[in-house]
């Protein structure tokens, strides 16, 4: 049993936005660093953004300026907004700790194309 659980993907079009959720079990994942994950077909899984319990946020270079990450501890909720999708963000997002990764869960699907 996987604790995490990813929402909020779709289809749209470049340019367009999103908000993925993930909520987890367990009010303990408020005190560790949180990541938001994608992979795309062929290519190997990318840590996308991560967040510390003191809110604290990291981004690869090709989200900066168009992602943010968020988490609401009383919701047991990290988010991912997204803006300004690009194609290339196609790819399945996941939400796990950012260290001593637990099982990973189904994932939500982004897909950017017109």
């Known amino acids: 049993q996987v604790p995490f659980v990813e929402s909020g993907g779709g289809l749209v079009q470049p340019g367009g936005s999103l908000r993925l959720s993930c909520i987890y079990s367990?009010?303990?994942?408020?005190?560790?660093?949180m990541g938001w994950y994608r992979q795309a077909p062929g290519k190997q899984r990318e840590l996308v953004a991560s967040?510390?319990?003191?809110?604290?946020?990291y981004y690869i270079d090709s989200v900066k300026g168009r992602f943010t990450i968020s988490r609401d501890s009383a919701k047991n909720t990290v988010y991912l907004q997204m803006n300004s999708l690009k194609p290339e963000d196609t790819a399945m997002y996941y939400c796990?700790?950012?260290?001593?990764?637990?099982?990973w869960g189904q994932g939500t699907q982004v897909t950017v194309s017109s």
């Open positions: 796990n700790k950012r260290t001593r990764i637990l099982g």
């Open positions: 967040i510390t319990p003191g809110e604290s946020t």
């Open positions: 367990g009010s303990i994942f408020n005190f560790y660093d």
